[in-house]
């Protein structure tokens, strides 16, 4: 499993771009990246997922360089309410011994 | 789409005994499903992997005689902690696995507490 190392916390002001970066320098061929995001009391929601690359959708970016050793979830224009726990995870695509194993995750508080 | 859900969303129970907490996939099928355990200011914590007809494959010091876990469908696990004591008041926490893509969607998690 490849081990990820974020940021522990991050502060940011509403209206503006935040990025997170999360190294995983053992990713494997097969491995895929995927974001989360979790509030107080809450199971994690999906952000968006990548192999390789961008990825874009209605929330969030993910730009992930060619060696894939990182990764970086980019929030456009945030909110007090995107403040949360973020966690970047890696695990194999398609194979049924594959298992996410989360790491400590960044705080990210946003003020007004 | 790709909702999961758990019951009860809270549980308070007394000391030595058991509860059941559900897990189900609402709208897609889960061959496999995970169990994680929270505590406060904590990262989820990987209890067990459940697979659908099969034995569920437990983490390094959880105990499987004490966290059962049942995947009796493609859309429902459920995890019993037996003979609770105020040590095991946590956040538990399921996922179900998509295959297509490969995604792991969690549900809402079970607070327990013990008394």
Excluded at chain 1, 50 to 67: M, Q
Excluded at chain 2, 2 to 24: D, L, Y
Excluded at chain 2, 38 to 64: R, W
Excluded at chain 2, 67 to 81: E, P, Q, R
């Amino acid at each position: 499993l490849a081990k990820t190392t974020q940021p522990i916390s991050m502060d940011s002001y509403e209206g503006q771009e935040v990025n997170i970066t999360c190294s995983h320098n053992n990713i494997a061929t097969n491995d895929y990246i995927t974001w989360y995001q979790q509030f107080p009391s809450q199971g994690p929601r999906f952000i968006i997922q990548g192999y390789k690359t961008k990825v874009t959708n209605e929330v969030a970016s993910l730009f992930i360089p060619a060696d894939r050793k990182s990764s970086t979830l980019s929030l456009p224009r945030v909110s007090l309410s995107d403040t949360a726990v973020y966690y970047c995870l890696v695990a194999t695509a398609y194979s049924s011994a594959s298992k996410i194993i989360f790491g400590s995750g960044t705080r990210l508080s946003i003020r007004p | 789409g790709a909702v999961v859900s758990q019951h009860p969303s809270w549980v308070i129970c007394k000391s030595g005994t058991s509860v059941k907490i559900e897990c189900r996939s609402l709208d897609f099928q889960a061959t496999t499903m995970f169990w994680y355990r929270q505590f406060p200011k904590q990262s989820l914590m990987l209890m067990a992997t459940s697979n659908e007809g099969s034995k569920a494959t437990y983490e390094q010091g959880v105990e499987k005689d004490k966290f059962l876990i049942n995947h009796a469908s493609l859309t429902l696990s459920t995890l019993t902690v037996t003979s609770a004591h105020p040590e095991d008041s946590s956040f538990y926490i399921c996922s179900a696995r998509m295959d297509s893509p490969d995604t792991q969607y969690f549900g809402p998690g079970t607070r327990l507490t013990v008394l």
